[in-house]
């Protein structure tokens, strides 16, 4: 998470922070800008306090303009998507949450080829279920991760024998200094859940282009409900949680290894690991972020 000190204006509301809100104004953003927002809805956990600012970030411009003004007035930030694999405290987060929206949810199919370019903050279920109709096969897996396109490329999210970066060409991508790259993928030494494309390094997923297999759309159809049905029968797709929590080891599985501590169904206070599948903790409702981290 990239921050830096913030002996600057405190912000509590637009009213109060009047040099910083005329400051945002003066960059003539199209996004729209929230302040005290409650983080809870933007997180697929449920859990978190909320942040002085927030700001849906609706254009690749207004990205290339909110970068360098964060850096310049070092103010603490992170970048959120859907908010999967994201434990955020439940005080108030003292800096600027950059949520993408609006463009960053592109999808835009080549024609005449198996290739598609899709958005940082397009959903992952959106992007396996569209290509259904297209008859484009390999990533059926996206229908369980419960993230989007940019936290995908950037972990090499992955299940049911496939990863990200198998179906991966290259990536457009925006340093802090709002410049925006494109490289292809084997610039970013892709391994299991590791990319070296990291926000927290200034190198902030756009969009990626992806090819995929070319096969009947119901063949392609079958194979992402069978994902789906996994997950349904395996996973507590119905309660609150980030997805699996643990990394697998090398040659093992995270939850064989949790149920093998006799934790698997533990709970504290409103948080559960869950008895359906060891690796996930879910929220029974109006669970705190410490109920996590010490289930964690």
């Known amino acids: 998470m990239p921050h830096g000190n913030l002996d600057r204006p405190s912000m509590t509301d637009e ?14 953003l199209r996004s729209r800008i929230r302040w005290n927002e409650s983080l809870k809805r933007f997180n697929t956990w449920r859990i978190g306090g909320p942040s002085r600012c927030l700001i849906d970030v609706e254009t690749e411009e207004d990205l290339a303009k909110l970068l360098p003004f964060i850096k310049k007035n070092e103010f603490q930030w992170f970048l959120i998507g859907k908010g999967s694999n994201l434990l955020i405290h439940d005080r108030i987060w003292e800096g600027v949450v950059l949520h993408l929206a ?3 949810k592109s999808w835009k199919p080549q024609k005449g080829s198996a290739g598609v370019s899709a958005g940082a903050a397009l959903a992952d279920v959106t992007f396996s279920q569209r290509c259904v109709s297209h008859g484009w096969s390999g990533m059926e897996f996206l229908i369980g991760i419960p993230g989007t396109i940019g936290g995908a490329v950037a972990t090499n999210a992955g299940a049911h024998g496939g990863e990200t970066s198998e179906f991966l060409k290259s990536i457009r991508w925006m340093d802090l200094e709002g410049i925006l790259h494109q490289d292809s993928c084997d610039a970013f030494e892709f391994a299991y859940r590791f990319s070296k494309l990291d926000a927290k390094q200034g190198r902030i997923v756009v969009s990626a282009y992806f090819e995929l297999h070319e096969k009947d759309p ?23 949680s980030c997805g699996s929590v643990f990394k697998n080891p090398p040659n093992d599985y995270a939850a064989r290894l949790i149920e093998l501590s006799k934790l698997k169904g533990k709970i504290r206070g409103r948080a559960q690991i869950s008895p359906k599948h060891a690796n996930f903790i879910v929220n029974l409702g109006d669970a705190s972020s410490d ?3 010490w289930l964690m």
């Open 102 to 104: 609006g463009d960053f």
């Open 291 to 293: 109920d996590i981290l």
């Open 218 to 240: 119901q063949q392609v159809k079958h194979a992402l409900l069978e994902c789906q049905r996994f997950r349904m029968e395996k996973q507590p797709y119905n309660q609150p």
């Open 15 to 28: 009213s109060e922070n009047s040099e910083w809100s005329a400051a945002l104004k003066d960059l003539e």
